[in-house]
């Protein structure tokens, strides 16, 4: 075998100089990683501090939004689920008793609207029959101050003021002095006395009538014909109007008599004669 061939074993002294060799390299390597200046860190770990500060920055200010974020769409998200689950829980009770109260509310309108309906119905009927009443009052009013003045009118009254005659004659009275009996009522007065109309009507008649002197005729409406004899004067011409208690004349004695007084006569429809006292009471008025 050759020497080349064969693998020597190392000597005592090569086997020592291999460890010195390799500490020799380990402290060439080590110099290398020690600092130009005591007390300030190498490069590389200045690098790797930096780097480390940079990714927890960024990592803070990534993740900081971003947990905020999450925890903002967690709250919305359990809030929702909430909301989601009270709104889901309580839908068919809530919207049936909504519409419970959206039906009561409705009656309670109708009911309110018919009721206002009503009122507003009563309160027209009311505000009608108030009218209606106060035309028929209006009417009858005015159909009252008509008939007071048909009646202030016709109101009868005695032919000369009270307290200025005393009856005479009577109607139906029989004497001598007369050619058959008396037909009238006689109210003496002194001469000149005003005589009054008894009550309303038309001067159908006046002049100069024989016995009965100087006369006036008024014929009433109903047709009654009333006579005014032995008058001295007379102030009313035919076809005047008058009203009762008007003057119409004044007392005389003209014609067939004893003494100034005036004749008084009625005779229905123009008729025959009546009683003038009785026809007097029967129109409340006593002679």
């Known amino acids: ?50 780097a480390l500060l940079l990714a927890a920055a960024g990592a803070v200010t990534v993740s900081a939004p971003d947990s905020g974020s999450r925890l903002a769409s967690g709250n919305v998200q359990r809030l929702s689920g909430q909301a989601s689950v009270l709104s889901g829980a309580s839908s068919i009770s809530s919207n049936s008793s909504l519409s419970g109260r959206a039906r ?36 009858l009013a005015a159909s009252a101050e008509k008939q007071a003045s048909l009646i202030a009118k016709n109101a009868w009254q005695t032919p000369v003021a009270p307290g200025a005659y005393h009856l005479t004659s009577r109607f ?48 009433l409406e109903d047709g009654t014909e009333m006579w005014y004899c032995h008058q001295t004067t007379i102030g009313v011409s035919p076809g005047q109007k008058i009203r009762a208690g008007e003057v119409i004349g004044t007392v005389g004695s003209t014609g067939n008599t004893t003494g100034p007084h005036l004749h008084l006569e009625v005779r229905p429809g123009a008729g025959d004669p009546v009683d003038p006292f009785a026809a007097l009471v029967a129109h409340g008025i006593q002679p």
């Open 104 to 139: 009561a509310v409705s009656r309670d309108s109708q009911r309110e609207a018919l009721q206002d309906a009503a009122d507003e119905d009563l309160q027209a009927a009311a505000e009608k029959q108030a009218k209606e009443r106060n035309a028929a009052l209006a009417a």
């Open 172 to 219: 139906g009275d029989c004497s001598t002095l007369w050619s058959h009996c008396h037909t009238g009522l006689d109210f003496a007065a002194p001469s000149g006395t005003p005589v009054h109309a008894v009550t309303g009507g038309t001067v159908s008649q006046t002049g100069y009538a024989g016995a009965y002197g100087n006369q006036t005729i008024v014929t």
């Open 1 to 50: 075998m050759s020497t080349a061939g064969k693998r020597r074993k190392p000597g005592r002294s090569e086997q020592r100089a291999t460890p010195s060799t390799s500490a020799k390299v380990r402290s060439t390597h080590g110099g290398l990683r020690k600092t130009l200046i005591p007390g300030i860190p190498s490069a590389p770990t200045l690098i790797g501090a930096t």
